[in-house]
């Protein structure tokens, strides 16, 4: 289906167009059948398939029905919320409804000045939302759209009862439209559907037809002295233009991102714990390409979205299979094809067969060429790091390049 044919409003149509969208995903086409009409929606939809221009675009279209009444988007993290509110932005250039991003971590004054100047799209993450809501800042009654976005981390993160506390605060379910977006649609997400929305549809997404037809997937089994020579290698023969490296704990992506600037590579580490300033200054610059890698734990593998990344690295395989499928959903977005590498080493290694159950499929196997174990320079300097200490490998063949 193509977007020219939904009955929108040509303003919606013209920021369509601008962000250059043509035809509808999978989960917008299953969305828009139900949502354009005023119907709930409760989807199991990975990140990466065209899920907020779904509720974005019903937002706009619908909004302009409920006089006096405000759209708000309940996401998990801040990064999140920073990108639907670009997407809104990009979205609803030609209409005028005002958008506020409210989110912890920064000052309070700018998000109470844009609720203040009527914003009738709030997008933001529970504790700063129930935070103005308690000062009379923000109202929950005045919600006419609900958008609960990754419902699912949204409950890994601990904000259920902060999530009930926000709807039993809002108008009936009967008296909103509510749209639930998941990854999977497990008892827990299902159960807060039945609970507090009007008799939503469910739409089911298949996750293996998100990664495996667009991702090129490669895994290498490689012991735990040898995985920094043979990302190395990796990154020598792949050339990114761009390129996200994942790791499972905060010390790993620190350190590994020292070992790397030894090496003469560009790279930033994020972390949950860094500032909120110094994380936007971070998703910028890889956005921007003036960082060309950034090394990451999960909390970048929701909400962080990156046009064209090249390459998604697994240096660590990730122990949820759900987190597996998130990761490498970073590249080949929105259809366009991408390519994720995984390093199976022997600490996380018994992750691997949930994973490939997960995704119904073997993930195909590359034993490396000698030639691929590069030298590691971090080696010659000792690296402080408690938990992720480097070690010498047999194998080291060449340098890589500074540049990749």
């Avoid at 919606?12 to 995903?25: P, Y």
């Avoid at 779904?54 to 029905?65: E, G, P, S, V």
């Avoid at 919320?81 to 000052?107: F, N, P, R, S, T």
């Avoid at 039945?194 to 089994?221: G, K, R």
Wanted: glycine fraction near 8%; charged fraction near 25%; hydrophobic fraction near 40%.
């Amino acid at each position: 289906m193509y977007f020219t044919e939904l009955q929108l409003d040509e303003r919606i149509q013209l920021g369509i167009r601008d962000a250059g969208f043509s035809e509808c995903t999978p989960v917008q086409e299953a969305t828009f059948k139900h949502s354009l009409v005023g119907k709930d929606v409760c989807a199991q939809s990975q990140t990466g398939t065209g899920k907020t221009a779904a509720f974005l675009i019903t937002i706009f279209q619908n909004l302009r029905k409920q006089k006096g009444k405000k759209a708000l988007i309940i996401v998990p993290t801040r990064e999140l919320a920073v990108q639907v509110e670009k997407d809104a932005l990009l979205l609803g250039a030609h209409l005028d409804y005002k958008v506020a991003c409210i989110y912890g971590g920064v000052g309070y004054n700018l998000q109470e000045r844009q609720l203040e100047a009527g914003a009738e799209i709030i997008v933001g993450t529970p504790g700063r939302l129930l935070d103005f809501n308690k000062s009379h800042k923000l109202n929950f009654r005045d919600i006419g759209i609900l958008v609960i976005d990754e419902a699912d981390r949204l409950f890994d993160m601990g904000f259920m009862p902060d999530l009930k506390r926000m709807l039993r605060a809002m108008p009936p379910a009967h008296k909103r439209q509510t749209m639930l977006f998941s990854a999977t649609l497990s008892f827990l997400v299902k159960e807060l559907a039945w609970s507090f929305m009007n008799d939503p549809v469910e739409i089911e997404i298949a996750p293996e037809h998100l990664t495996v037809d667009t991702v090129t997937q490669e895994l290498y089994h490689v012991g735990n002295d040898e995985k920094m020579s043979l990302l190395l290698g990796i990154l020598a023969r792949e050339k990114p233009k761009n390129c996200l490296v994942f790791t499972n704990m905060k010390s790993t992506a620190v350190t590994l991102a020292k070992r790397l600037g030894m090496n003469g590579i560009r790279c930033e580490f994020i972390t949950g714990d860094l500032q909120q300033k110094e994380r936007t200054r971070i998703i910028e610059g890889i956005k921007s390409g003036r960082i060309p890698l950034l090394v990451a734990t999960n909390v970048a593998s929701r909400g962080l979205h990156v046009d064209n990344l090249d390459l998604v690295i697994n240096y660590d395989l990730p122990e949820d299979c759900e987190d597996y499928v998130h990761r490498i959903g970073r590249t080949a977005r929105a259809g366009k094809e991408g390519k994720a590498i995984s390093l199976a080493c022997e600490d996380y290694i018994y992750a691997l067969e949930s994973i490939e159950k997960y995704l119904g499929m073997k993930i195909p196997v590359v034993w490396p060429e000698e030639s691929l174990f590069v030298e590691d320079k971090s080696q010659r300097k000792r690296v402080s790091n408690r938990s992720h200490r480097s070690r010498r490998g047999p194998r080291h063949k060449k340098a890589a390049s500074a540049g990749y």
